[in-house]
């Protein structure tokens, strides 16, 4: 099928206000076809919850993959595409997921698809939730 992102914003606005946004804690967890749902690609964490969670914790992984800019640039084009604010408390909740444990499963999650920068995950997360600190202040 093929989804436009005019779908996919049209979507995302009839979905707003909490709590009963379907999340996934972990990247964009539907699939829509003319502004309707149309199936959930990841059941086992698919759940009601706020969309701060999954905004986070894909912000998250862009701050680990590449850099802080790409992780805040990526809320600031979600807020704008979905015409909502995502509450940046469930954003840095999700952020501060982090541990060093990431370190080690990222590797096999990317499998030598993309470079790593593992050294600097840690300081490119923390660079990311002082700037999620930021914005909630």
Same mark, same amino acid.
């Given at each position: 099928?093929?989804?436009?992102?005019?779908?996919?914003?049209?979507?995302?606005?009839?979905?707003?206000?909490?709590?009963?946004?379907?999340?996934?804690?972990?990247?964009?967890?539907? *699939?829509?076809?003319?502004?309707?749902?149309?199936?959930?690609?990841?059941?086992?964490?698919?759940?009601?919850?706020?969309?701060?969670?999954?905004?986070?914790?894909?912000?998250?992984?862009?701050? *680990?993959?590449?850099?802080?800019?790409?992780?805040?640039?990526?809320?600031?084009?979600?807020?704008?595409?979905?015409?909502?604010?995502?509450?940046?408390?469930?954003?840095?909740?999700?952020?501060?997921?982090?541990?060093?444990?990431?370190?080690?499963?990222?590797?096999?999650?990317?499998?030598?698809?993309?470079? *790593?920068?593992?050294?600097?995950?840690?300081?490119?997360?923390?660079?990311?939730?002082?700037?999620?600190?930021?914005?909630?202040?």
């Amino acid at each position: 099928m093929n989804y436009s992102s005019d779908d996919k914003v049209a979507a995302s606005k009839s979905l707003t206000g909490p709590p009963g946004l379907l999340t996934q804690r972990s990247t964009p967890p539907v *699939l829509w076809c003319d502004q309707r749902l149309t199936g959930v690609v990841d059941w086992p964490n698919a759940a009601t919850g706020n969309r701060g969670s999954d905004v986070g914790h894909c912000r998250l992984n862009l701050a *680990l993959l590449f850099d802080t800019t790409t992780a805040g640039d990526y809320l600031v084009m979600y807020e704008r595409a979905a015409g909502v604010r995502v509450d940046r408390r469930a954003d840095l909740r999700a952020l501060l997921c982090f541990d060093l444990e990431w370190q080690r499963f990222i590797p096999r999650q990317v499998a030598g698809r993309a470079p *790593l920068d593992l050294a600097g995950m840690p300081g490119r997360v923390a660079a990311t939730i002082r700037g999620a600190l930021d914005g909630i202040g």
